[in-house]
Structures are given as structure tokens and as C-alpha cells.
């Protein structure tokens, strides 16, 4: 009886000293929240842009910088553009692709020594965006964006040169069909002119024929009257001559 007694008042010694310790470890450590506030509040108001509107050109450069990797977006912020201007100059690049669609236009390069490639979209031969990466499934994926954003892009400059080059075709053409109206203008007057010259000639021509008729009628007339009269004179010439 003693025996268990002792194994009881030793259990319930090392509970309460179990659970002393528990409590020493479970007090609420100092209070650094005022500390950190500030800090923290100096990290927001620092992230804050200075009373600056956020441009269209600053919303897309952020929402097309959401589809880069933190790799990708590290390199375009130090310069992808000037570097790969840079590496043109040489002749190290390899062009893979390029897709032209009016003015704008997409490439992937390959620079091996380094196995990366360069992905460029770009109108008139001036860089837009280009990315870098050495994954090549990802440069091929980000070419077929750019080239489809360069078709998007050029629908409207594609449009408007064919409309332009219509309109020029149609000036063109009434040009054509207004010159060939004034030619046949033209060559209606002249033969309205020459018609009625001839008419006119025909006219003069008639009125000669029936004068000289006219006067073929008289002239036969009066032969006629001089031939009596020739006959008459000459009964009167041999009138009691003998008759042969």
C-alpha cells in the first residue's frame, strides 16, 4: 500500500513539474507589432507610385509583363531591346523565323554560343518587345503570340492600303473612262463637223448639177435654133442654083 502511494505522490511531482514548464514556454512573447507597423507602412507607402496616372501604355507593358517569368521579366527591365540591337551588329544570330504583316512583324533568334534565343515583335524594323529565354518551347510559343499580335496589329494598316490603293485604281479608272469620253466626244464632234461639210458639199454639188443641167438644156436649145437657122441660110445660098 505504501508501494503505490509513493508511485502516485512521484507521478503527480512530475505532472506539476511537467506542467510548469509547459507554462514557462507558452508566455506571449514582447509585443513587436507597434515596432513593425511602421515599417511595414513605409514598405506600402514607398510601392505607391508619386500621384502618377497609370498610362494605356503603362496598363499594357504590365499586363503583357504578367505572362513573363520572373527570369524573363529580370531581363527585359535591364534592356532585352538595346542588347539584342547590340548583338545584331554581328553576326552570331541565327534568324529561325519571321512573320511580316504590313509594318509589323515578329523573329525568333538563336544566339548558340550561349543556346538563347531572342523573340522580337517589331514594326518597321523598330523593336516593340523582346523577350529572352533559353527554353525552346517557350521561345516558339511566345514567336506565335508575337506573329499573331503582328497579324492583329496590321488588320487596320492592311485595310486601309488596300482601300487606299482602291481609291486610287477608281480615280484611275474614271480618269481612263473620262479621257475616253472626251476622245469620243471629240470624235463626234469631227464627224458631226465633216457631216455637215459634206452635207454642205453635197448641197453646192446639186446645185451645180441642176445649173449645169440648165444650162446644157439651153445650150442644146440654142444649137439647135443655130442649126436651122444654118440651114435656113444656107436654102437661101444655093435657092435657084441647079440641083445636082
Given at each position: 500500500?505504501?508501494?503505490?502511494?509513493?508511485?502516485?505522490?512521484?507521478?503527480?511531482?512530475?505532472?506539476?513539474?511537467?506542467?510548469?514548464i509547459?507554462?514557462?514556454?507558452?508566455?506571449?512573447?514582447?509585443?513587436?507589432?507597434?515596432?513593425?507597423?511602421?515599417?511595414?507602412?513605409?514598405?506600402?507607402?514607398?510601392?505607391?507610385?508619386?500621384?502618377?496616372?497609370?498610362?494605356?501604355?503603362?496598363?499594357?507593358?504590365?499586363?503583357?509583363?504578367?505572362?513573363?517569368?520572373?527570369?524573363?521579366?529580370?531581363?527585359?527591365?535591364?534592356?532585352?531591346?538595346?542588347?539584342?540591337?547590340?548583338?545584331?551588329?554581328?553576326?552570331e544570330?541565327?534568324?529561325?523565323?519571321?512573320?511580316?504583316?504590313?509594318?509589323?512583324?515578329?523573329?525568333?533568334?538563336?544566339?548558340?554560343?550561349?543556346?538563347?534565343?531572342?523573340?522580337?515583335?517589331?514594326?518597321?524594323?523598330?523593336?516593340?518587345?523582346?523577350?529572352?529565354?533559353?527554353?525552346?518551347?517557350?521561345?516558339?510559343?511566345i514567336?506565335?503570340?508575337?506573329?499573331?499580335k503582328?497579324?492583329?496589329?496590321?488588320?487596320?494598316?492592311?485595310?486601309?492600303?488596300?482601300?487606299?490603293?482602291?481609291?486610287?485604281?477608281?480615280?484611275?479608272?474614271?480618269?481612263?473612262?473620262?479621257?475616253?469620253?472626251?476622245?469620243?466626244?471629240?470624235?463626234?464632234?469631227?464627224?458631226?463637223?465633216?457631216?455637215?461639210?459634206?452635207?454642205?458639199?453635197?448641197?453646192?454639188?446639186?446645185?451645180?448639177?441642176?445649173?449645169?443641167?440648165?444650162?446644157?438644156?439651153?445650150?442644146?436649145?440654142?444649137?439647135?435654133?443655130?442649126?436651122?437657122?444654118?440651114?435656113?441660110?444656107?436654102?437661101?445660098?444655093?435657092?435657084?442654083?441647079?440641083?445636082?
Open positions: 500500500m505504501d508501494y503505490k502511494w509513493r508511485v502516485r505522490r512521484t507521478a503527480l511531482a512530475v505532472l506539476v513539474l511537467i506542467g510548469g509547459g507554462t514557462g514556454c507558452a508566455q506571449t512573447p514582447p509585443d513587436n507589432s507597434a515596432a513593425a507597423a511602421p515599417a511595414a507602412q513605409t514598405t506600402a507607402v514607398t510601392a505607391v507610385p508619386n500621384d502618377q496616372a497609370v498610362t494605356p501604355a503603362q496598363a499594357l507593358a504590365a499586363s503583357q509583363s504578367a505572362a513573363l517569368t520572373p527570369e524573363e521579366a529580370t531581363q527585359n527591365a535591364a534592356g532585352n531591346v538595346a542588347e539584342l540591337q547590340q548583338m545584331l551588329r554581328g553576326t544570330l541565327s534568324e529561325l523565323r519571321t512573320t511580316y504583316n504590313g509594318s509589323y512583324g515578329a523573329s525568333l533568334l538563336f544566339y548558340g554560343k550561349e543556346m538563347t534565343y531572342y523573340v522580337s515583335l517589331f514594326q518597321n524594323k523598330t523593336f516593340w518587345r523582346v523577350i529572352k529565354t533559353s527554353d525552346e518551347t517557350r521561345a516558339e510559343a514567336y506565335r503570340d508575337f506573329a499573331q503582328s497579324a492583329q496589329l496590321a488588320e487596320v494598316e492592311i485595310r486601309r492600303t488596300r482601300l487606299e490603293a482602291q481609291k486610287a485604281f477608281t480615280n484611275r479608272m474614271i480618269a481612263l473612262t473620262q479621257e475616253h469620253a472626251n476622245r469620243l466626244q471629240a470624235d463626234l464632234a469631227i464627224a458631226r463637223e465633216q457631216q455637215a461639210l459634206v452635207a454642205d458639199q453635197q448641197k453646192q454639188g446639186r446645185d451645180q448639177a441642176n445649173a449645169l443641167q440648165a444650162q446644157k438644156t439651153a445650150a442644146q436649145a440654142q444649137l439647135r435654133t443655130v442649126q436651122r437657122q444654118v440651114r435656113e441660110l444656107q436654102q437661101q445660098v444655093e435657092g435657084g442654083l441647079p440641083i445636082r
